[in-house]
């Protein structure tokens, strides 16, 4: 049995506080310049409340996009557990949308991750993570045949992830566009998923691309 106690509503309330001021504070200073000490400021907490919540700053940021991921989540978890490509391309697109609605924190974040060692959490947590989520989608895609035989579901989810995190990147680098990276996110997951997948599910991938490609022309013939 856990001797860990759950938090109070005030100690909950306080820890939500911390972790809205530790986003904003990652957004304007960067993963590496947020300091506890002007978080403890802005949060309006002591540093002892704070250390006594987090025991480390690593601690504290992963848990402040472990609150974000957890609420991108919930609205993926709607989704029947059959839906095979709609659940990958769900997380992806609903991943854009986070990394796009809060731009300066997606930038600290993703340029935090590039510096990142081999196993360190954040690696572990947005590498990792991501590509375990992956993985189990296409292994039941797998189940249900809706894959090319000759194709790995482990080497695809980690195309897949390269090509999720690689969008991103040139976002950071000014190359893609923040008004249209949830459309190059989706075009690049179902691109590799029409490849890969075969049957009713690659004819349901390409008719879904070939609507966004589509609505794509004319907003371009539109502008």
């Known amino acids: 049995m856990s001797n860990i106690k759950p938090l109070t509503p005030r100690q909950e309330f306080r820890r939500e506080k911390i972790l809205s001021a530790a986003r904003?504070?990652?957004a304007s200073q960067g993963y590496d310049g947020m300091v506890m000490s002007d978080l403890a400021e802005v949060a309006e907490v002591s540093p002892t409340t704070?250390?006594?919540l987090f025991n480390t700053k690593?601690?504290?940021l992963l848990e402040a996009l472990r609150g974000l991921m957890v609420k991108n989540y919930e609205k993926v978890e709607k989704l029947p557990e059959d839906t095979g490509w709609k659940y990958l391309l769900k997380v992806s697109e609903l991943g854009a949308w986070l990394r796009s609605s809060e731009p300066e924190f997606g930038v600290a974040i993703t340029d935090a991750l590039l510096r990142a060692k081999p196993g360190d959490p954040l690696t572990k947590l947005l590498f990792e993570g991501v590509r375990d989520d992956f993985l189990s989608s296409l292994k039941k895609m797998r189940s249900r045949r809706a894959l090319l035989d000759e194709v790995d579901p482990y080497h695809l989810a980690t195309?897949?992830?390269?090509?999720y995190w690689s969008t991103f990147i040139l976002?950071?680098?000014g190359i893609e566009k923040n008004k249209q990276l949830i459309l190059s996110t989706k075009i690049n997951m179902l691109s590799?998923?029409?490849a890969s997948s075969r049957g009713e599910?690659?004819?349901?991938i390409e008719d879904y691309l070939s609507q966004i490609w589509q609505s794509r022309l004319e907003e371009i013939n539109n502008d």
């Not at 195309?159 to 090509?163: A, E």
């Not at 599910?201 to 349901?204: E, G, R, S």
Request: charged share 20%; hydrophobic share 50%.
């Open 24 to 26: 904003k504070l990652v």
């Open 192 to 194: 590799l998923l029409a």
């Open 159 to 163: 195309i897949l992830l390269g090509n």
């Open 171 to 173: 976002l950071n680098k």
């Open 50 to 52: 704070l250390y006594n």
């Open 201 to 204: 599910a690659k004819q349901q």
């Open 58 to 60: 690593d601690e504290l």
